[in-house]
């Protein structure tokens, strides 16, 4: 085996529902879609308050997504590796919530 398919191997992997993923690839997609708005915005010469206020819900689209799967990791892989006597865990969740904040 090669030293990338052991790192393959080696990393680590979350199981999600069909649903969990088609609402996040969605939302994904709509900022995307937003991104691609404002880049239009800016090539237009379009009113700077304007492209910041899309700037703006682009970034709170951003922040949802991302409390969406710091929910799913709190109430899964957080949960699991606690109920398995993983209490180190925390530290990581920390490290998360400050990359947030």
């Known amino acids: 085996m090669s030293k990338s398919c ?5 990393r680590k992997r979350t199981p999600r529902s069909e649903e969990f993923k088609h609402d996040v690839g969605c939302r ?3 900022t995307i879609g937003q991104l691609g708005g404002i880049r239009s915005m800016v090539e237009k010469d379009r009113y ?6 899309q700037l703006a819900a682009v970034e709170s689209a951003v922040k949802a ?3 969406m ?3 799913d990791h709190l109430e899964t ?3 699991e590796r606690i109920q398995d006597g993983d209490i180190a865990v925390t530290d990581e969740v ?6 947030f904040m």
């Open 28 to 30: 994904i997609n709509r």
């Open 94 to 99: 920390m490290q998360l919530f400050k990359k």
């Open 65 to 67: 997504i991302s409390r």
């Open 48 to 53: 700077c308050g304007d492209v910041l206020t």
């Open 77 to 79: 892989c957080v949960v």
């Open 6 to 10: 052991e790192a393959c191997e080696k």
């Open 69 to 71: 799967v710091m929910k």
